[in-house]
């Protein structure tokens, strides 16, 4: 693996980024914009996935690090789950739905290869 010397360098968080600008541009059009509660809900779940990568690579254990990576997959899944919501409610269309649940199944899947690496590592 190569040398990690801040949190921007890692790939599960440059997606992470990602997926929070994609989720940011799909929920400020039609109907998604005027339901506040699940807008402010999957716009805080997805920067929780981000934010929690960036604290846990600045904590000072591999530990704690670990820790905030599995918060951070676990928000990821909230996204995937609300998504659904924004299906059955028509605010997305299935082919979106289907494309950011896909980028949120990359961030969840690079962040518990880093957890297992991390856990694998002397």
Same mark, same amino acid.
């Given at each position: 693996m190569a040398k990690v010397d801040k949190f921007e360098d890692l790939i599960c968080w440059q997606k992470a980024r990602l997926l929070v600008k994609e989720i940011? *541009? #799909?929920?400020?059009?039609?109907? %998604?914009?005027? $339901? !506040? $509660?699940?807008?402010?809900?999957?716009?805080r779940a997805s920067l929780s996935s981000m934010s929690n990568i960036a604290e846990g690579f600045g904590r000072f254990s591999k530990?704690? %690090?670990v820790r905030f990576l599995e918060i951070s997959t676990s928000s990821a899944s909230? /996204?995937?789950?609300? =998504? !659904?919501? #924004?299906?059955?409610?028509? !605010? =997305?269309?299935? $082919? *979106? /739905? *289907?494309? =950011?649940?896909? =980028?949120?199944?990359? /961030?969840k899947a690079l962040g518990l290869g880093l957890i297992k690496y991390l856990n694998t590592r002397k």
């Open positions: 940011y *541009q #799909a929920i400020n059009k039609g109907d %998604f914009s005027k $339901d !506040y $509660d699940v807008k402010s809900q999957i716009r530990k704690e %690090f909230e /996204v995937k789950s609300i =998504l !659904y919501v #924004a299906l059955d409610l028509g !605010y =997305l269309p299935k $082919d *979106q /739905v *289907q494309s =950011l649940q896909s =980028l949120t199944e990359e /961030v």
